[in-house]
């Protein structure tokens, strides 16, 4: 596992991010990881990203670079088409810095209650945060954490479904330590095709 100190993230006022933001406000992204190929002899933890993952991958980075623009701190599950997602969506070239990029095996098969505390442990420094995972553990994330002020469109696309490089966008202006069922505010589940 490859994890980095979170104690030094910017400030409200250093992130780019948050230049649209209220300073006290909080971004979360959530990205499904694109099209998977089935090679034969293959683990599911190795399965790369097919052609089609790719480039679904990519147009999902272009649209949380319209959304979003950078990004304080990534965590990744460590599965090759999740890591691969992450690489094809453009999002390692300029919207987050390296040393901001934590991959993490506990995303992996993670389901809410597992991807709750990663969140509840980043710093309040922490404005922007993208994770990149799995279904059906970032859809039940979002669901849970969905609340109050949250999109009528975006909850009913949440609960239609939620696609291979799917983003589900939500809002907090609490801090991530408080983080808990119906304490967001989805904003929006993107599926760009």
């Known amino acids: 596992?490859?994890?980095i100190p979170l104690a030094a993230a910017p400030t409200a006022q250093q992130s780019a991010s948050d230049s649209d933001a209220p300073s006290t406000g909080r971004r979360l992204a959530l990205l499904r990881h694109g099209k998977?190929?089935?090679p034969?002899?293959?683990a599911d933890h190795d399965r790369p990203l097919a052609p089609r993952g790719r480039r679904q991958a990519g147009l999902a980075g272009d649209r949380l670079?319209?959304?979003?623009?950078?990004?304080?701190v990534v965590l990744c599950s460590t599965a090759t088409r999740t890591r691969e997602t992450l690489a094809a969506s453009?999002?390692?070239d300029g919207m987050v810095?390296?040393?901001r990029v934590q991959y993490r095996p506990e995303i992996y098969g993670a389901g809410y209650e597992e991807l709750l505390p990663l969140l509840r442990a980043l710093p309040s420094p922490v404005r922007s945060v993208l994770v990149v995972g799995h279904f059906?553990?970032?859809p039940d994330l979002a669901d849970e954490l969905a609340g109050p002020g949250s999109d009528d469109e975006a909850l009913r696309r949440l609960g239609d479904r939620f696609?291979?490089?799917?983003i589900a966008l939500l809002e907090t202006s609490g801090g991530w330590s408080n983080l808990g069922p119906q304490t967001t505010r989805l904003v929006d589940v993107i599926v760009e095709r």
Not at 65 to 72: K, L, M, Q, S, W
Not at 163 to 166: E, H, I, V
């Open 97 to 99: 810095t390296a040393d």
């Open 163 to 166: 696609p291979t490089s799917a």
């Open 1 to 3: 596992m490859t994890t």
């Open 65 to 72: 670079a319209r959304e979003i623009g950078a990004f304080d």
């Open 90 to 92: 453009g999002v390692l």
């Open 136 to 138: 059906p553990g970032l």
């Open 36 to 38: 998977s190929a089935y």
């Open 40 to 42: 034969d002899e293959v």
